[in-house]
T-cell receptor, first 112, second 114 residues
Framework: DVKVTQSSRYLVKRTGEKVFLECVQD?????MFWYRQDPGLGLRLIYF???????EKGDIPEGYSVSREKKERFSLILESASTNQTSMYLC???????????FGQGTRLTVV | AQSVTQLGSHVSVSEGALVLLRCNYS??????LFWYVQYPNQGLQLLLK??????LVKGINGFEAEFKKSETSFHLTKPSAHMSDAAEYFC????????????FGKGTTLSVSS
């Protein structure tokens, strides 16, 4: 089975902190994605990557950056966390040419 | 740009009743279509998908969906609801081209009462 693992289920950070959310997949997938989920807004794409060191902005990249130094790992970075970044963050991956994406369990981030 | 509209943020049914969750998409060409389910404090799990071929697609847990190109719809149904079906359901599309991500609707929360 495909496994997408997010390093933390719950995180509490202070305003202004630099925050790293880590995601690892074990199926050699080329594509990886970061989504943000908020009630009533569904899932919105923050960034995605289709290869090592490659990244593409999604619909809401402001306030975020990403890093993909290795194929299996895709990190989401909040340079200076703000309260409006309190949310559920979901990582996903799939293979080039594949249709569906496989999701991690999510990280619920609270910024206080 | 492609978009997905899920009609009804909340749907309530009785156990044993028909489940119907509505999804419409906007696209100039038929995309790939998906339904995902999310149980509380969990990630998303694929229920079913349409890529090509038969327009009636069967998924897990007794769910099915029909792709109707003329209506740009992909509604999810289940003949008889079970208490365990209570969850949030997301319709998603993926443009039929390389290097693209899934685009999600806002979700529909399904409640099932006994």
């Amino acid at each position: 089975d495909v496994k997408v693992t997010q390093s933390s289920r719950y995180l509490v950070k202070r305003t202004g902190e630099k925050v790293f959310l880590e995601c690892v997949q074990d199926m050699d997938h080329e594509n990886m994605f970061w989504y943000r989920q908020d009630p009533g807004l569904g899932l919105r794409l923050i960034y995605f990557s289709y290869d090592v060191k490659m990244k593409e902005k999604g619909d809401i990249p402001e306030g975020y950056s990403v890093s993909r130094e290795k194929k299996e790992r895709f990190s989401l970075i909040l340079e200076s966390a703000s309260t409006n970044q309190t949310s559920m963050y979901l990582c996903a991956s799939n293979r080039h040419g594949s249709t569906e994406a496989f999701f991690g369990q999510g990280t619920r981030l609270t910024v206080v | 740009a492609q978009s997905v509209t899920q009609l009804g943020s909340h749907v309530s049914v009785s156990e044993g009743a028909l489940v119907l969750l509505r999804c419409n998409y906007s696209s100039s060409v038929p995309p790939y279509l998906f339904w995902y389910v999310q149980y509380p404090n969990q990630g998303l799990q694929l229920l079913l998908k349409y890529t090509t071929g038969a327009t009636l697609v069967k998924g897990i847990n007794g769910f099915e969906a029909e792709f109707k190109k003329s209506e740009t719809s992909f509604h999810l149904t289940k003949p008889s609801a079970h208490m365990s079906d209570a969850a949030e359901y997301f319709c998603a599309v993926r443009p039929n081209q390389a290097g693209t991500a899934l685009i999600f609707g806002k979700g529909t929360t399904l409640s099932v009462s006994s």
